[in-house]
């Protein structure tokens, strides 16, 4: 009798938990999904969602960086939506909100119905699952893809049947279609598989094989993009990008992977990775999750040694992750309360942190506090601004005139805030660091400056390295002629700094010594230094092909001072090609009185006069003020 009193205490004790756990989950997710949405309104588009708009706007079934899906999605939601952020994202959201509920499934499958609960949650805690979906990326379909293969699998080794095959041959198409990146799930999965007996026995199954079949079917498209392109898609995805070569800054990728995760959970999947295959008492499809997880996580550690490390890549074992995170509760269990309430804590303040850094993105008076900062997200800011300056100089020109960006990423972002996914955009390192340029091209978007119209030409000088600015004005010279005096965009204290030139109908370059947009370079003060009441300015300007008139000193992006313009300083040692016919006369300094201005941030910059009439103002940098 008192046995059968402990286990039905038990059975209540266990009811109460499940009870407790769902309603987190329920709570969790109803919450995150409506956070998102008001995020996702907000945050302006990042480049590269602009290009997959772009990339929907020309239907095809693969694309030079990407297979079609992302791009088909984007083209979903503003056909439903309407031209809006939100509208291009809704799809992507949609997908992200799914991903939790497959967590959820097969951890309560194969753990308990307590521990599939708490799988969700940590799904909808970890800052990469739970900020999925806010922007319209490949990963959001591509990790639907791969929860969609972890769940068949895992059913297909307890049993074999059209049902659970048709699934996996489901998901594979949806990776196929995702990114080429769903290659590496595909081999990380069999090599699970390969280890567990079981494995071995299921990949000897005909109905396995067919659905890896339709799998391998879904990749043709891009087959034949690739076959028709000179292979320009695979040598960028698995040549151009990479290095494959040894560098130590891998080490920054493993370090990274804890704040992206949050410590804890981090070492909580670890963990799992490496006990989980040969846990006593795990089943196979148990030991399945944490195998999949643990050689997919390994080897992309491993290759963060030798892979790319100019683009974002921190989100790569995020497919990893969602395997290890269904085995997580079983491990996480035997954790002291102390230990399981800490994991919950910095989970929940990982996720408040990656949603504010979203968010700060959204808000022009955040941005603008992190305008001098690493972290400031320069490619989310500034197209609108940018699209209003845009659309008053087109006014103000001849009708006809045509829109003609520097790069890629104006093309697509201006593309977007002007529904119009036909601007032609300048050959640029950028389109070809980005696999865009093949692109571009097979759209007959790359131009060289000839036109019989008038252009408008929009450039940010922030899209190349400072020290190869000066070689990029030239190249546009080369293009162009002397370049005309711009209209200058400057959006959060110059940090994103837009130059708009009004050219002429060109069948050829104007003739004339090239005439560049000024550079700047102040060495006192430094960034963030901090300042007293008196301060002096230093540094050097010059403006090829016309000179400087004269430099002025603003403080808040008002006028302070002249600044003493013109004393001996040569930088044609660093500037060899440069043509200002000043040289060496190209230094200013200025003596500033600040008694009168409150003590505080201020933002010091430079306005720039040149000779030929035009006025470029510079970017700001941030001094305090302290008395």
Known sequence: MGSSLNGSTG???????????????????????????????????????????????????AYSDLPGLTAWLTRLGVELGGQHVLALRLPFLAIAAIIPWFVVRMSARWFGEVAGWQAGVLCLLMPLSGTLGLLAVPDVPMALAAVLCLHAVARLLRQVNAFNAVELAFGLALGALSHYRFLGVIGMGLMALLLLPQGRRLLRDSRVWMALSVGVVAWLPLLAWNADNH?????????????????????????????????????????????????????????????????????????????????????????????????????????SPRWRRLLWATMAVGLVAAMGYYAMAGSPGLRQSLADNKFYPRNFIGWEPLAVAVRDELAQMPEGSRLLAGSFKIGAELGFQLGDPDIAVLPHALNDRHGRTAQLALWGLIGDGRSEVPQLLVVNPADQRFRDLLVRYHQLCKWF???????????????????????????????????????????????????????????????????????????DGQPLQLADYGRALDVRAVWPASNDPQHPHVGFAAQLDLSAVPAGTHWLGLRLHGNDGSSEDWAQQRIELRR
């Open 481 to 555: 002629g002397p370049l005309p005096g711009p209209k200058t965009v400057s959006i959060d204290h110059g940090r994103q700094r837009f130059l708009l030139f009004r050219l002429p109908a060109l069948s050829a370059p104007q003739p004339g010594p090239c005439v560049t947009p000024a550079i700047a370079w102040v060495d006192t003060p430094l960034p963030r230094q901090v300042v007293g009441d008196q301060l002096e300015v230093t540094g050097w300007a010059f403006k090829d092909g016309v000179g400087l008139r004269s430099v002025e000193v603003l403080l």
């Open 11 to 61: 059975s209540v004790a266990v009811v109460e938990a499940e009870s407790w756990w769902r309603k987190c989950f329920l709570l969790l997710w109803a919450s995150a999904a409506a956070i998102k949405l008001l995020v996702a309104s907000q945050l302006p588009l990042f480049v590269d969602e602009a290009f997959y708009w772009q990339e929907g706007q020309h239907l095809a079934p």
């Open 231 to 335: 292979d320009a898609g695979l040598r960028f995805q698995l040549l151009d990008r990479h290095p494959w070569r040894f560098h130590l800054e891998g080490l920054f990728f493993l370090l990274i992977q804890p704040l992206m995760v949050t410590p804890l959970l981090c070492g909580l999947l670890w963990l799992v990775a490496w006990r989980g295959g040969r846990e006593p008492g795990w089943s196979a499809p148990m030991r399945y999750f944490a195998l999949a997880g643990g050689v997919s996580t390994a080897m992309i550690f491993t290759l963060g040694f030798f892979t790319d490390i100019e683009r974002i890549s921190f989100h790569w074992p995020l497919p990893g992750y969602l395997a290890l995170l269904v085995a997580a509760p079983a491990l996480l269990a035997g954790w």
